[in-house]
């Protein structure tokens, strides 16, 4: 067994241990609040030369492995949290299984429509600028 088989069997234990400890505290360790913001060179056309190389600054940072994992435990906890203990509104679509945008859309035209239907006043107001 070499030392890459023992690292791959103690890495997961050791990353569960880490989040844990951190749920447990209620703090994050100081490396995972790190972010690598790296540019990116991003060509304006094709075949032009490295001194004409528009540099792109990517948005996203790159987060540690770690602090990725703990952010997608703590969401899926308080996904269930709230699931379980009915702390959704009925008609939110984010952030819930089976509730697209698509599920949001035709709720709210199917609404539309029934009132017609009734013989009722139905305006939507879109509150994007």
Known sequence: MGWERVEWHWGPLFICRL???????????????????TPSPLLKKAGLDNTDVKIIIDRSPNLTVISKLLERVILRRLLEHLKVNNLFPS???????????????????????????????????????
């Open 19 to 37: 989040i844990n400890a951190s749920l447990r505290s209620g703090r994050v360790p100081q490396s995972s609040k790190l972010a690598y913001i």
């Open 91 to 129: 008609v939110q679509s984010a952030y819930r299984k089976c509730h697209s945008t698509e599920t949001a859309t035709a709720r709210v035209l199917s609404d539309i429509l029934m009132a017609l239907d009734r013989g009722d006043v139905a305006a939507l107001v879109d509150t994007n600028v």
